[in-house]
């Protein structure tokens, strides 16, 4: 496997929208899933997608672990996934603000409303499809990386950009903000 090099805020890649993967089990997917979640483990983020590391396919690769802030339900924990042609719909209109970074924006964190409640389902590099129910921080995480493929970046979705902090300064921000327990994505 390799350590990929990512692209940050400013480079083209990150504004396009990825394509669709044709053979989402394929021996050249299932290389890249490999290099993405070495990639994203070696940097401590939690999620990436593929045009973070100039690949223009729609992949992404996640994880929200346990001790991340609560002890919400089962559906706001997920063990690392990689999903080929994801997508999802909100399950309701309730959206919650919470902390995000991006290993596109080193440094960066920002307070960014996302649907509380989702389904997302996409096609899985070793075969199959999976569809799940996510909340919490496992939602916000699937949705910033569906973002990605899409070429939005989170600050995109700020409705409130004095919300928008360095990470050193973040702790008198948060005090501003109901609530918190984002990471970097
Ligand atoms: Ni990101």
Redesign the pocket.
Known sequence: MTLLKIARMGHPVLLRRALEVGEPAGAATRALVGDMAETMEDAGGV???AP?VHDGRRVIVFKSPRGRGDDGPETAFCPLTALVNPAFEPLGDEKELGWEG????PGITGAVPRFARIAYRGDLPEGGSVEREATGFHARVVQ??ID?LDGI??PRRMADLSLLAFNEELARLAEAVSESGGAT?
């Open positions: 999620g990436l997608a973070q991006c290993l596109s924006i910033h990386e990605h970046l989170f994505a």
